[in-house]
T-cell receptor, first 114, second 108 residues
Framework: DGGITQSPKYLFRKEGQNVTLSCEQNLNHDAMYWYRQDPGQGLRLIYYSQIVNDFQKGDIAEGYSVSREKKESFPLTVTSAQKNPTAFYLC?????????????FGEGSRLTVL | KNEVEQSPQNLTAQEGEFITINCSYS?????LHWLQQHPGGGIVSLFM???GKKKHGRLIATINIQEKHSSLHITASHPRDSAVYICAVFLNTDKLIFGTGTRLQVFP
């Protein structure tokens, strides 16, 4: 079945450590996105990519980095520069940029910084 | 003021009741999206609409562009409908803004 796979589902890290969240899709979608969800807030866009080897900052990109070396994969690294990294992270994809198509989401990754 | 406001924030219902969740927005949009977030966290797209009304099973979504308002209705609610329902609007600038969600609990 086609879909988006995020891993790990739960992750704990110590302060000062970088951590990478995986996002893989087999939907043949061009566009991929990373969102952050905090209690009481709407999803906020971290980074997005419309095509391989290209990505753009979203509204809250500071302290995060991404890569898009393959169409299927869009990993997110939460660096030690991110001041408040504990959150729920969601990866999404769409056929083209959001305005044109339906969004498909993964199951999310919950990161807790100890 | 948030650009997208949902009401109510929390909603409880008895099985079989008719449910309405509202979404109001203050900006020009090209389309609106209703999403369902399961207790485990995954999100599923329910509807994307830019005018009128759409129906899928027991779910109905309506939008009034002039009044900047959309509603999601659930007929004959069931405990498996318990989830967070999120409204998201596509701005004319291609940006997507999410509401904070409505948490629905349906009891048997």
């Amino acid at each position: 079945d086609g879909g988006i796979t995020q891993s790990p589902k739960y992750l704990f890290r110590k302060e000062g450590q970088n951590v990478t969240l995986s996002c893989e899709q087999n939907l043949n979608h061009d566009a991929m996105y990373w969102y952050r969800q905090d209690p009481g807030q709407g999803l906020r866009l971290i980074y997005y990519s419309q095509i391989v080897n290209d990505f753009q900052k979203g509204d809250i990109a500071e302290g995060y980095s991404v890569s898009r070396e393959k169409k299927e994969s869009f990993p997110l690294t939460v660096t030690s520069a991110q001041k408040n990294p504990t959150a729920f992270y969601l990866c999404a994809s769409s056929m083209m940029m959001v305005i044109s198509g339906e969004l498909f989401f993964g199951e999310g990754s919950r990161l807790t910084v100890l | 003021k948030n650009e997208v406001e949902q009401s109510p924030q929390n909603l409880t219902a008895q099985e079989g009741e008719f449910i309405t969740i509202n979404c109001s927005y203050s900006v020009g949009i090209s389309a609106l999206h209703w999403l369902q977030q399961h207790p485990g966290g995954g999100i599923v797209s329910l509807f994307m609409l830019s005018s009128g009304k759409k129906k899928h099973g027991r779910l109905i979504a309506t939008i009034n562009i002039q009044e900047k308002h959309s509603s999601l209705h659930i007929t004959a609610s069931h405990p498996r409908d318990s989830a967070v329902y999120i409204c998201a609007v596509f701005l004319n600038t291609d940006k997507l803004i999410f509401g904070t969600g409505t948490r629905l609990q349906v009891f048997p």
